[in-house]
């Protein structure tokens, strides 16, 4: 279809106007050829979202979080977790079973960027994180938090829950540009004996950063079982919260526990 027919056929009275500015410049005739317009749209990008049911709606996922004093309305839960996976467009995944897991949704800029399936039972990998766009930051909790008060940064999504202003790394490549700067506070699990954790902590250290160094009378360890002994954990991380000499002090002394 030539564009004059084109034009006459979805807008009648801007052909009429058409015709009339090719009449005064003299285009007229069956000869007069007008480059055919060239229509350019975006390509359509898709909110990507979690069709899956919260595990306050199902028993099992439900029952497990309450025991451990977590809100079951934060989270979902996937009969099938590599199913579920795979449901979104270039996650193939194919080595993933058919499992149980409670979901733990990533977002960033309110855009889901991934996610964590949490395993129910000590048998299977216990996370698994699955994320949908190459380079987003692997950490929960960023569009919940206030950017101008302290931003605490914990070891997992369940222990985000029960800190003020908190945010949880969801693998050990976290990157926080996206927190740039927001005043951190690094809060790491329990662990005297636990070399990776010793390394995180006196990298802290090393960059001024202010960390959590735990006081001799905590002895779980991490911030959810410190919960369910019955500790005020978030008045332990603010009373215990050190940087520059003092905690390398406090730390010399921690790690001989």
């Not at 996976?85 to 960033?108: A, C, T």
Request: charged share 25%; proline share 5%.
């Amino acid at each position: 279809m030539s564009f004059n027919n084109f034009l006459k056929d979805v807008d009648p009275q801007l052909h009429k106007q058409y015709s009339l500015e090719k009449f005064k410049s003299g285009f007229t005739g069956k000869n007069f050829v007008v480059d055919e317009p060239e229509f350019v749209f975006d390509k359509p990008k898709f909110v990507q979202r979690i069709i899956l049911p919260l595990c306050s709606e199902v028993e099992i996922a439900s029952t497990y979080l309450r025991n451990r004093g977590i809100d079951p309305t934060k989270f979902h839960f996937a009969e099938d977790f590599g199913e579920f996976v795979r449901s979104f467009e270039g996650m193939d995944h194919q080595n993933l079973r058919k499992e149980p897991r409670i979901v733990i949704p990533i977002y960033y800029k309110k855009n889901l960027i991934g996610f964590q399936g949490r395993a129910l039972d000590s048998k299977s990998i216990k996370y698994i994180t699955i994320m949908l766009e190459d380079g987003a930051p692997k950490i929960y909790g960023l569009d919940t938090i206030n950017q101008k008060l302290p931003v605490y940064v914990v070891e997992g999504p369940f222990d985000s829950t029960f800190i003020n202003n908190s945010v949880a790394l969801c693998g050990a490549d976290g990157n926080f540009r996206c927190l740039e700067g927001s005043s951190l506070i690094f809060v790491y699990d329990n662990e005297p004996r636990n070399p990776e954790i010793i390394r995180r902590i006196k990298s802290c250290i090393e960059r001024g950063e202010n960390v959590v160094i735990w006081p001799t009378g905590i002895i779980e360890k991490d911030i959810n079982d410190m919960v369910l002994a019955g500790h005020n954990v978030q008045e332990v991380i603010e009373s215990n919260t050190h940087s520059g000499l003092e905690a390398q002090l406090k730390f010399n002394t921690w790690k001989k526990i």
